[in-house]
Protein backbone atom coordinates (compact mmCIF):
# COMPACT_ATOMS: atom_id res chain seq x y z
CA UNK A 1 0.00 0.00 0.00
CA UNK A 2 1.42 3.53 -0.86
CA UNK A 3 0.27 6.49 1.14
CA UNK A 4 -0.51 9.47 -1.27
CA UNK A 5 0.68 12.68 0.57
CA UNK A 6 -0.10 16.09 -0.44
CA UNK A 7 2.62 19.21 -0.27
CA UNK A 8 0.66 21.96 1.78
CA UNK A 9 3.86 23.70 2.45
CA UNK A 10 3.04 26.13 -0.16
CA UNK A 11 -0.88 26.51 0.49
CA UNK A 12 -2.04 29.93 0.85
CA UNK A 13 -4.77 30.82 3.04
CA UNK A 14 -7.27 32.96 1.85
CA UNK A 15 -8.40 35.93 3.82
CA UNK A 16 -10.15 38.83 4.27
CA UNK A 17 -9.76 41.89 6.55
CA UNK A 18 -12.62 41.49 8.88
CA UNK A 19 -12.87 38.12 10.95
CA UNK A 20 -14.93 35.14 10.94
CA UNK A 21 -14.96 34.34 14.71
CA UNK A 22 -16.64 37.94 15.69
CA UNK A 23 -16.56 39.05 19.42
CA UNK A 24 -20.62 38.31 19.10
CA UNK A 25 -19.43 34.61 18.35
CA UNK A 26 -16.65 34.69 21.16
CA UNK A 27 -19.51 36.28 24.06
CA UNK A 28 -21.87 33.75 22.94
CA UNK A 29 -19.39 31.10 23.37
CA UNK A 30 -18.26 32.54 26.73
CA UNK A 31 -22.27 32.71 27.85
CA UNK A 32 -23.31 29.52 26.95
CA UNK A 33 -20.94 27.01 25.13
CA UNK A 34 -17.16 27.09 27.31
CA UNK A 35 -19.29 27.17 30.83
CA UNK A 36 -20.82 23.28 29.81
CA UNK A 37 -17.26 22.06 29.06
CA UNK A 38 -14.27 21.12 31.57
CA UNK A 39 -11.68 23.21 29.80
CA UNK A 40 -11.83 25.38 26.52
CA UNK A 41 -10.46 23.24 24.17
CA UNK A 42 -13.39 20.32 24.67
CA UNK A 43 -15.79 23.05 23.15
CA UNK A 44 -13.43 22.98 19.63
CA UNK A 45 -16.55 20.48 17.82
CA UNK A 46 -19.59 23.29 18.68
CA UNK A 47 -17.41 26.11 18.15
CA UNK A 48 -17.10 24.69 14.93
CA UNK A 49 -20.91 24.12 14.28
CA UNK A 50 -21.50 27.79 15.42
CA UNK A 51 -19.12 28.97 12.81
CA UNK A 52 -20.41 26.40 9.74
CA UNK A 53 -24.05 27.50 10.95
CA UNK A 54 -22.95 31.49 10.62
CA UNK A 55 -20.87 31.02 7.28
CA UNK A 56 -22.43 27.40 5.86
CA UNK A 57 -18.86 26.31 5.58
CA UNK A 58 -15.55 26.84 7.89
CA UNK A 59 -12.50 28.64 6.14
CA UNK A 60 -9.03 28.09 6.67
CA UNK A 61 -8.75 31.64 8.40
CA UNK A 62 -11.62 30.88 11.08
CA UNK A 63 -9.72 27.46 11.96
CA UNK A 64 -6.68 29.78 12.54
CA UNK A 65 -8.69 32.36 14.44
CA UNK A 66 -10.95 29.44 16.70
CA UNK A 67 -7.04 27.82 17.38
CA UNK A 68 -5.93 30.70 19.06
CA UNK A 69 -8.92 31.84 20.79
CA UNK A 70 -8.95 27.81 21.85
CA UNK A 71 -5.28 28.25 22.47
CA UNK A 72 -4.61 25.38 20.38
CA UNK A 73 -2.80 24.98 16.86
CA UNK A 74 -4.50 25.49 13.88
CA UNK A 75 -3.49 21.62 12.85
CA UNK A 76 -4.87 20.55 15.86
CA UNK A 77 -8.34 22.20 15.06
CA UNK A 78 -8.26 20.89 11.41
CA UNK A 79 -7.49 17.54 12.49
CA UNK A 80 -10.81 17.18 14.59
CA UNK A 81 -12.65 19.66 11.46
CA UNK A 82 -11.18 17.13 8.81
CA UNK A 83 -12.20 13.70 11.02
CA UNK A 84 -16.08 14.51 10.49
CA UNK A 85 -17.60 14.74 7.02
CA UNK A 86 -20.68 16.94 8.23
CA UNK A 87 -17.95 19.83 8.45
CA UNK A 88 -17.75 21.25 5.34
CA UNK A 89 -14.00 22.93 4.33
CA UNK A 90 -14.78 24.20 0.62
CA UNK A 91 -18.21 26.27 -0.13
CA UNK A 92 -21.07 23.88 -0.21
CA UNK A 93 -24.72 24.57 -1.67
CA UNK A 94 -27.37 26.76 -0.18
CA UNK A 95 -29.04 23.46 0.52
CA UNK A 96 -27.27 20.30 1.52
CA UNK A 97 -29.16 17.16 1.01
CA UNK A 98 -28.00 14.04 3.19
CA UNK A 99 -28.86 10.45 2.18
CA UNK A 100 -29.09 8.25 4.45
CA UNK A 101 -27.18 4.59 4.04
CA UNK A 102 -27.13 3.19 7.45
CA UNK A 103 -28.85 -0.47 7.95
CA UNK A 104 -32.39 0.49 8.58
CA UNK A 105 -32.56 2.64 5.03
CA UNK A 106 -30.29 0.09 3.38
CA UNK A 107 -32.96 -2.21 3.60
CA UNK A 108 -35.27 -0.18 2.81
CA UNK A 109 -33.99 1.27 -0.15
CA UNK A 110 -32.12 3.91 0.10
CA UNK A 111 -30.12 3.62 -2.75
CA UNK A 112 -32.97 4.01 -5.11
CA UNK A 113 -33.28 7.45 -2.89
CA UNK A 114 -30.30 8.10 -3.68
CA UNK A 115 -30.23 7.30 -7.07
CA UNK A 116 -33.52 9.62 -7.35
CA UNK A 117 -31.34 12.78 -6.06
CA UNK A 118 -28.32 11.76 -8.38
CA UNK A 119 -30.83 12.28 -11.32
CA UNK A 120 -32.82 15.23 -10.39
CA UNK A 121 -29.50 17.74 -9.18
CA UNK A 122 -27.05 15.92 -12.15
CA UNK A 123 -24.56 15.49 -9.16
CA UNK A 124 -23.01 12.70 -7.41
CA UNK A 125 -22.33 12.19 -3.12
CA UNK A 126 -19.43 14.82 -2.38
CA UNK A 127 -20.50 17.24 -5.42
CA UNK A 128 -22.72 20.68 -5.53
CA UNK A 129 -25.11 21.68 -8.41
CA UNK A 130 -23.37 24.13 -10.69
CA UNK A 131 -26.16 26.82 -9.78
CA UNK A 132 -25.23 26.68 -5.72
CA UNK A 133 -28.03 25.70 -4.84
CA UNK A 134 -27.40 21.91 -3.56
CA UNK A 135 -24.73 19.40 -1.93
CA UNK A 136 -25.18 16.16 -2.42
CA UNK A 137 -23.80 13.58 0.59
CA UNK A 138 -24.11 9.79 1.58
CA UNK A 139 -24.25 9.69 5.28
CA UNK A 140 -24.60 7.75 8.40
CA UNK A 141 -27.81 6.84 10.56
CA UNK A 142 -30.00 9.97 10.56
CA UNK A 143 -31.40 9.20 13.97
CA UNK A 144 -34.85 7.86 12.31
CA UNK A 145 -34.15 4.41 11.88
CA UNK A 146 -38.41 3.62 12.27
CA UNK A 147 -39.46 6.12 9.29
CA UNK A 148 -36.70 4.54 7.08
CA UNK A 149 -35.75 5.19 4.19
CA UNK A 150 -34.81 8.74 5.16
CA UNK A 151 -33.12 11.91 4.06
CA UNK A 152 -32.46 15.42 5.35
CA UNK A 153 -33.21 18.86 3.07
CA UNK A 154 -31.12 21.07 4.09
CA UNK A 155 -32.19 20.91 8.10
CA UNK A 156 -35.61 19.48 7.52
CA UNK A 157 -35.86 15.77 7.99
CA UNK A 158 -38.14 13.89 4.75
CA UNK A 159 -39.28 10.44 6.02
CA UNK A 160 -40.62 7.11 4.65
CA UNK A 161 -39.03 8.46 0.72
CA UNK A 162 -39.76 6.85 -2.21
CA UNK A 163 -37.98 7.56 -5.41
CA UNK A 164 -40.83 9.85 -6.63
CA UNK A 165 -41.80 11.55 -3.44
CA UNK A 166 -38.12 12.54 -2.74
CA UNK A 167 -37.89 14.22 -6.78
CA UNK A 168 -40.90 15.72 -5.77
CA UNK A 169 -39.03 17.02 -2.70
CA UNK A 170 -36.50 18.32 -4.16
CA UNK A 171 -38.30 20.18 -7.33
CA UNK A 172 -39.95 21.90 -4.29
CA UNK A 173 -37.19 22.86 -2.50
CA UNK A 174 -35.59 24.39 -6.04
S1 LIG B 1 -30.51 3.93 9.30
FE1 LIG B 1 -31.25 5.64 8.21
S2 LIG B 1 -31.96 6.91 9.81
FE2 LIG B 1 -31.05 5.28 10.87
Redesign the pocket.
Known amino acids: MAWITKNSGSATVARRDEPYLTDEMKAKAEREILPRFPTKQAATIPLLHEIQHAYNWIPMQAIEELAAYLELSASQVLDTATFYEEFFLEPRGEYTVWV???????LMG?DKILRAAQDKLGIEPGQTTPDGKFTLMHVE?????GT???ALVGEKLHECLTPESFAKILDETK
Not at 100 to 106: A, D, N, V
Not at 141 to 145: A, F, N, Q, R
Open positions: CRSISCEQCLGSCAPC
